[in-house]
């Protein structure tokens, strides 16, 4: 598949969204990595490949995705998480806890923290006394350099606490210095946290050694998840924004919301194509194959409705099976191109974003779709890659989990 747009709209279209402030290290890094990012063709925000079914994240959108993360990533729950270091498909060990005792004095020698550290981090709280805080609150320690550390209380407005620097600290430790005084702490405020990460990569737990900043304490030293959003280093976590649990490959992978829609891609340009793909409510498009004609069908709420959609696109030989996910009557939809089979006007579009642009399938490629109902309406599921088997497309379907809470060790 492909989407239309470029890298410029999408960056600028973030912007629009985004908090005015971010750490000036993660701001830098990310100006580094679009400077030196080729550009694709302006009309193109996804590049397909031929021995792909589906959209392939292009360099460009790879750096939108680096913005997203380094920016907004931990400046927003819902699309929001940094990967640990070590390459695509460093796997997660655990770490023994250190002592729950204050070691030495620290260095405060900025630091990264621990590789397997850099994501986004949820956690389901009760009211912690923070400013604008939400059910849910997002623990970050940023990519690319596991240095800046901070808590996002809630959904909407982005609001930043505890913003911390990583210092030197013993194997097995996260040690923070407070950047600025505000939210019960006082610039310079040193926290030492014990850290484990599960044999998955699924749970993170901060066991408090001892930190000066008594609510960043309270906050910080409990079990958090492991956040699939903005940059990750994929493996089992949740999307928030779809309220949904799914185990990914080991692997760098960037995250991009567009109104109804999802899209888990990898986006290390050396690493093979992996992409998940949801789509809410799906709307159609009237006339595929039109240059002209560019009229949306209404959105799509149940199943039979997506299903007898994709029966109708020109040019594909349909089949169906039925499925289930979670629980959850499901259908499995896959179409291959009848000989000969193409659109006069290019790609064809098959669904229609919220924002603008379409999904499309290039002439001659096949599809693999799997749609089921939740929350009262039709959820389109396409998991594809350039070395994806049916098998490991099935696999990764049959992870998936519709949650109404995170997920306990």
């Given at each position: 598949m492909t989407r239309t747009g470029n890298f410029?709209?999408?960056a600028r279209a973030w912007l629009d969204l985004m908090p005015s402030e971010a750490p000036d290290r993660v701001i830098d890094s990310v100006l580094q990595a679009v400077e030196s990012t080729p550009q694709v063709r302006p009309n193109l925000a996804y590049a397909f490949r031929r021995s792909s079914p589906m959209n392939r994240f292009s360099v460009a959108a790879a750096a939108a995705a680096a913005v997203v993360v380094a920016i907004a990533g931990s400046a927003y729950l819902l699309s929001s998480t940094q990967p640990r270091t070590g390459g695509p498909g460093a796997s997660a060990t655990p770490t023994a806890p250190a002592s729950p005792t204050p070691g030495p004095t620290a260095t405060l020698s900025p630091a990264p923290a621990a590789a397997a550290l850099w994501n986004d981090w949820v956690a389901d709280a009760p009211p912690l006394g923070l400013r604008d805080q939400g059910s849910r609150i997002q623990l970050s320690i940023n990519w690319p350099d596991g240095r800046d550390i901070w808590v996002q209380t809630n959904y909407t407005?982005?609001?930043?606490?505890?913003?911390?620097?990583?210092?030197?600290?013993?194997?097995?430790?996260?040690?923070?210095?407070?950047?600025?005084?505000?939210?019960?702490?006082?610039?310079?405020?040193v926290g030492t946290y014990a850290w484990n990460r599960s044999t998955n990569g699924l749970f993170l737990t901060l066991t408090l050694v001892a930190d000066q900043c008594a609510a960043r304490a309270t906050t910080l030293a409990r079990t958090w998840v492991?956040?699939?959003?903005?940059?990750?280093?994929?493996?089992?976590?949740?999307?928030?924004?779809?309220?949904?649990?799914?185990?990914?490959?080991?692997?760098?992978?960037?995250?991009?919301?567009?109104?109804?829609?999802?899209?888990?891609?990898?986006?290390?340009?050396?690493?093979?194509?992996?992409?998940?793909?949801?789509?809410h409510a799906p709307m159609g498009v009237r006339a595929p194959c039109s240059a002209q004609d560019t009229q949306t069908t209404v959105a799509m709420q149940t199943s039979a409705a997506v299903v007898a959609y994709v029966r109708g696109l020109p040019g594909l030989t349909v089949t169906t099976a039925n499925a289930t996910i979670d629980g959850h009557a499901a259908v499995h939809v896959t179409g291959t191109p009848k000989a000969g089979a193409t659109c006069t006007a290019g790609d064809m579009r098959?669904?229609?974003?919220?924002?603008?642009?379409?999904?499309?399938?290039?002439?001659?490629?096949s599809m693999s779709l799997w749609v089921t109902e939740v929350s009262g309406s039709a959820l389109i599921i396409w998991y594809h890659g350039d070395q994806v088997s049916p098998a490991n497309e099935a696999q990764v379907i049959g992870t998936m989990r519709f949650i109404t809470a995170l997920p306990t060790p």
């Open positions: 410029d709209r999408l407005t982005g609001t930043q606490v505890f913003t911390s620097t990583s210092v030197a600290g013993p194997e097995g430790q996260l040690r923070v210095v407070s950047q600025l005084r505000g939210d019960g702490c006082m610039e310079g405020d492991h956040s699939l959003g903005a940059v990750n280093d994929g493996g089992p976590g949740v999307l928030p924004v779809d309220n949904i649990q799914v185990s990914m490959p080991s692997g760098r992978f960037g995250l991009h919301v567009d109104g109804g829609a999802s899209d888990l891609t990898t986006v290390d340009s050396s690493s093979p194509l992996v992409e998940l793909l949801l789509i098959l669904f229609a974003k919220a924002s603008g642009g379409y999904w499309t399938l290039i002439s001659g490629a």
